[in-house]
């Protein structure tokens, strides 16, 4: 794929580094769990990489793509340490590489909005509000709290803001298996795609009878379907080609419940399996309409 033909997006901020060390704890993350489920909002830790902390399967790594509402138990903050893009030139090209696709998913989402094509859930949005994509270092300061590098690419619904450590791109070839620009695209498209879930009021909308963690695999599978909606509406300009499809098939199926949890106790799954994440993600990208990807009008939950 090529993004040096892309727009940058100006809805960008550079935090800078932060003062935190550490991470988030378990005690704060088991917190989070206790707190997910809907009431306006998602509130969900899906975590996006190989970062070494707690999750719900007793593991030291972490998940893909993620909504964050309140995070309890932090206290850390962030300061204002010069300029994160700027600190190494890796940084630089992963903030300069997520400017531009987030440019490229505003036009996209733009569209999409103004055509009408998005699943309709009662009050359906007539225009399309950019996000702004944070990048810090170490820890940062959002609506939904303070968090650090160890919560990985995440969104918040409070302040409408995407945060991602530029950094993470290393881990998720080192620590994933996940190379390649596509994967890291992907990364930004799911995030988008959350931010999408609350302009249309998708997040409203729980599923009597389900858990938490039922009703956060639909939100996650949804996520990464707008994601392909997204690849298949620029695929044209960014010269998607199979080897770039491959890579974002290969970053879903890495960050699947039950490849993370090595199986695990499926009751416990909070995003989707790899086979579930793959094939939701390759939906929208297949189809290029957002319609496509409501998973809330999957009434059997067995069956999405």
Not at 66 to 84: E, F, R
Request: proline share 4%.
């Amino acid at each position: 794929m090529r993004v040096d033909n892309q727009r940058p997006s100006d809805n960008f901020q550079d935090r800078g580094s932060g003062s935190g060390g550490g991470g988030v704890g378990a005690m704060a993350l088991f917190g989070l769990f206790r707190l997910l489920g809907f009431r306006g909002m998602l509130i969900a830790i899906v975590v996006l990489g190989a970062i070494y902390l707690f999750n719900p399967f007793h593991l030291r790594e972490a998940i893909f793509g993620s909504v964050v509402s309140n995070l309890p138990g932090q206290t850390q903050s962030a300061g204002a340490g010069g300029s994160t893009c700027a600190a190494s030139p890796e940084n630089q090209q992963a903030c300069d590489f997520s400017r531009r696709i987030l440019g490229s998913t505003e036009t996209v989402w733009a569209q999409q909005f103004r055509d009408g094509r998005l699943p309709n859930y009662g009050a359906p949005a007539t225009s399309y509000t950019d996000p702004t994509l944070v990048v810090y270092s170490r820890s940062v300061d959002t609506g939904c709290g303070a968090a650090t590098s160890a919560v990985g690419p995440f969104y918040c619904p409070q302040d409408g803001n995407l945060y991602v450590d530029p950094s993470f791109y290393q881990l998720m070839a080192q620590r994933l298996q996940a190379p390649g620009d596509f994967a890291q695209a992907y990364v930004i498209a799911h995030e988008v795609g959350h931010h999408v879930q609350k302009l249309i009021g998708a997040m409203d909308h729980p599923i009597s009878g389900e858990s938490q963690n039922q009703t956060s695999v639909r939100t996650e599978l949804q996520a990464d379907c707008f994601a392909g909606v997204w690849g298949h509406t620029a695929q044209a300009s960014l010269a998607i080609d199979d080897a770039d499809l491959r890579e974002a098939l290969n970053a879903a199926h890495q960050i699947g419940d039950d490849t993370l949890s090595r199986g695990g106790d499926p009751r416990e799954y909070t995003h989707g399996t790899s086979e579930q994440r793959m094939r939701w993600f390759r939906r929208g990208f297949d189809s290029g309409d957002a319609r496509q990807c409501d998973t809330w009008s999957v009434a059997d939950y067995g069956q999405l």
